[in-house]
């Protein structure tokens, strides 16, 4: 278990940010999509969020911090 902690707290925190909030919004475009069109189209809009959300917010940290990664 020792092991399994030690790897996780070597994972940066920005990592874990983006993990988080990735979590938060998926089910949102999903859960709508899936009641209108189907799975797939769940699935397919979730992803899709997801990828636009994150890249908003690196285009937003490289123009306010300086930072893309």
Do not use: Q
């Not at 189907?38 to 990828?51: E, K, P, R």
Request: proline share 4%; with cysteine.
């Amino acid at each position: 278990m020792k092991k399994i902690f030690n790897y996780l707290n070597r994972i940066p925190k920005d990592k874990w940010m983006h993990f988080c909030a990735g979590f938060a919004i998926a089910p949102w475009p999903y859960l709508l999509f899936n009641l209108i069109i189907g799975f797939w189209a769940g699935i397919l809009a979730s992803v899709i969020t997801v990828i636009v959300a994150a890249k908003a917010k690196e285009i937003y940290d490289s123009k306010h911090c300086g930072l893309f990664d």
